[in-house]
């Protein structure tokens, strides 16, 4: 079993950044993939980036150029930097771990294993 626990989000003015933290318990996520993933209200939950086991990452088009993911092995914890933060960045902010070691189809939130209770992040304009 694997534990995630977000945190980071809250209340910011459109233009500003904000670092989410994703902070894994119950097994070593270093070999693995993890990924963000968000839901606003009333939509589906849309990919937002991925680093795999070798640090290689990915970040939806939306979110490129502004949003950085990065892994921290030794403290087992991922974090999501968000800049020039837009009103439609708001919505709920989910930690994801797929487990398996094998390729995957990183952009979809089937292909996770594990989720976290996600963290809420509001975009003022």
């Known amino acids: 079993q694997v534990q995630l626990v977000e945190s980071g989000g809250g209340l910011v003015q459109a233009g500003g950044p904000l670092r989410l933290s994703c902070a894994a318990s119950g097994r070593t996520v270093s070999s693995y993939a993890m990924g963000w993933f968000r839901q606003a209200p009333g939509k589906e939950r849309e990919f937002v980036a991925t680093i795999t086991w070798s640090a290689v990452t990915h970040c939806a088009d939306s979110v490129k150029g502004r949003f950085t993911i990065s892994r921290d092995n030794a403290k087992n914890t991922v974090y999501l930097q968000m800049n020039s933060l837009?009103?439609?960045?708001?919505?709920?902010?989910?930690?994801?771990?797929?487990?398996?070691?094998?390729?995957?189809?990183?952009?979809?939130?089937?292909?996770?294993?594990?989720?976290?209770?996600?963290?809420?992040?509001t975009v003022s304009s």
């Open 86 to 121: 837009k009103s439609e960045d708001t919505a709920v902010y989910f930690c994801a771990a797929h487990l398996r070691p094998s390729i995957f189809e990183w952009w979809k939130a089937s292909e996770y294993d594990y989720w976290g209770q996600g963290t809420q992040v």
